[in-house]
């Protein structure tokens, strides 16, 4: 099983501010099959970036991700108060898909 | 639309059974995969396991194999999560998510319910 690890665990940061998550994978993710999801209080989780890099449909172009092999990021370039939220990154380049403990984004 | 609408909360004791449904709608239900997530009071998420609702295919993650059932009704658009004797372990959140899945297994969820509470209590 690949073990997905997630850093920082929270990150506080002010609206407007630059917010960098890093997800790093025990074993080099296939294909670069690396998805991140958005879950807020009481939310499901929604999908934002698939394939490592691609922004699932209406997600904002705030939103960007990168990486392969065993590192990736997710990036949110200005922060907006509703994006303070717990993001989870999840592999599913070998079966079962494993997710990542989650990294808060507070507002500081 | 795609939309997935999950069956409401429930509280229940141990050793009872439970059964719990995701309705799928704005899309061809039968044709995508349908995947179950568990979410534990304040941890994260976990893939318990996945049904193809056109043959009923069914795979369960390692750690939820023998524990419950996963099945789908294609003519109701509708897929199940069930129990037959809940522990209080099984106090969760539980979501369904229609996936993106690719020939070699490998899965996400693209569109997810709302969520459904369990609760075992005695």
């Known amino acids: 099983e690949i073990v997905l690890t997630q850093s920082p665990g929270t990150l506080s940061l002010s609206p407007g501010e630059r917010a960098t998550l890093t997800c790093r994978a025990s074993?080099?993710?296939?294909?670069?099959?690396l998805a991140w999801y958005q879950q807020k209080p009481g939310q499901a989780p929604r999908l934002l970036i698939y394939g490592a890099s691609s922004r699932a449909t209406g997600i904002s172009d705030r939103f960007s991700g990168s990486g392969s092999g065993t590192d990736f990021t997710l990036t949110i370039s200005r922060l907006e108060p509703e994006d303070f939220a717990v993001y989870y990154c999840q592999q599913y380049g070998r079966s079962p898909g494993t997710f990542g403990q989650g990294t808060k984004v507070e507002i500081k | 639309e795609v939309q997935l609408v999950q069956s409401g909360a429930e509280v229940k004791k141990p050793g009872e059974s439970l059964k719990i449904s995701c309705k799928g709608s704005?899309?061809?239900?039968?044709?995508?995969?349908i995947g179950w997530v568990r979410q534990m009071p304040g941890k994260g998420l976990e893939w318990m396991g996945i049904?193809?609702?056109?043959?009923?295919?069914?795979r369960y993650s390692p750690s939820f194999q023998g524990q419950v059932a996963i099945s789908a009704d294609k003519s109701i658009s509708t897929a199940y999560l069930q129990w037959s004797s809940l522990q209080a372990s099984d106090t969760a959140m539980y979501y369904c998510a229609r996936l993106r899945h690719y020939d070699s297994g490998a899965y996400f969820g693209d569109y997810w319910g709302q969520g459904t509470l369990v609760t075992v209590s005695s």
């Open positions: 074993q080099s993710v296939s294909s670069s099959y």
């Open positions: 049904i193809y609702p056109g043959d009923s295919d069914t």
């Open positions: 704005g899309y061809s239900f039968a044709s995508y995969w």
